[in-house]
C-alpha cells in the first residue's frame, strides 16, 4: 500500500513539474519526485541507490539549477525622490509601495522570473542614469509616474504594452535613453 501510495505521488509530482509554467516551481517538483524516489528504493530494500538517488537528484541538481536561476535573473529598479515635494520619508516609501504601477511591475518582472530589486534612492535623475547600476529609473513627476529605461531594454516595451492593456498608461508615462549619450 505504501509503494503504491509513493508511485502515484511520483507520478502527481512528474506531471506537476511537466505542467510548471514557472522554472523555479518544476525544480522543487522534481526535488520532491527524486526524494519520493529515494525513499521508494529504501522500501525495495536498495539502500546504496537511495543514497544515490537522494545526493544526485534532489540535492546537487536542484542547488545547481537554483544558483543558475539566481545568478541571472535580477532586475534592479531604483525609485527616485527627485522632483517630488517629498523626501524619502517611510510614509512616502510606504506610499509608492502601495501604488498600482509599482505593483504592476513587480508582478510583470516575477511572471519572467526575475526578481525585481527596487532600490529606494535619493540620487538625482542624471546620477541615477547615467550609473550602470540600474536597469529601470522611476520617477513621481506631478500626476505621472515616469518610468527610465534603456533604449535596448526588451522589458520596457512590454512594460509599456502591459500598462495599455491593463489601463494604467494614463498614469504612466515611459522614457527612453541612451546610456552611452551625454545627458
Not at 4 to 18: D, H, N, W
Not at 157 to 174: C, D, K, N, W, Y
Request: charged share 25%; no cysteine.
Amino acid at each position: 500500500m505504501i509503494e503504491t501510495g509513493t508511485i502515484l505521488l511520483m507520478g502527481v509530482f512528474a506531471a506537476l513539474a511537466i505542467h510548471s509554467t514557472l522554472l523555479r516551481r518544476a525544480v522543487i517538483y522534481l526535488a520532491v519526485f527524486s526524494l519520493l524516489g529515494a525513499f521508494l528504493y529504501v522500501l525495495y530494500a536498495a539502500p546504496e541507490l537511495a543514497i544515490a538517488e537522494a545526493v544526485i537528484g534532489s540535492g546537487l541538481v536542484t542547488l545547481l539549477y537554483l544558483a543558475a536561476l539566481k545568478r541571472n535573473k535580477v532586475y534592479t529598479i531604483a525609485v527616485l525622490a527627485e522632483g517630488h515635494r517629498y523626501r524619502m520619508t517611510d510614509a512616502y516609501v510606504n506610499y509608492l509601495e502601495r501604488s498600482r504601477a509599482l505593483r504592476e511591475i513587480r508582478h510583470f518582472f516575477e511572471l519572467r522570473e526575475m526578481e525585481p530589486q527596487v532600490v529606494f534612492s535619493e540620487a538625482t535623475l542624471d546620477e541615477a542614469l547615467r550609473g550602470s547600476s540600474f536597469d529601470l529609473v522611476i520617477v513621481e513627476e506631478q500626476d505621472e509616474i515616469v518610468l527610465y529605461g534603456s533604449r535596448d531594454t526588451f522589458a520596457l516595451e512590454e512594460l509599456e504594452l502591459m500598462f495599455r492593456i491593463h489601463g494604467t498608461e494614463a498614469g504612466v508615462r515611459v522614457v527612453r535613453y541612451d546610456p552611452e549619450e551625454e545627458q
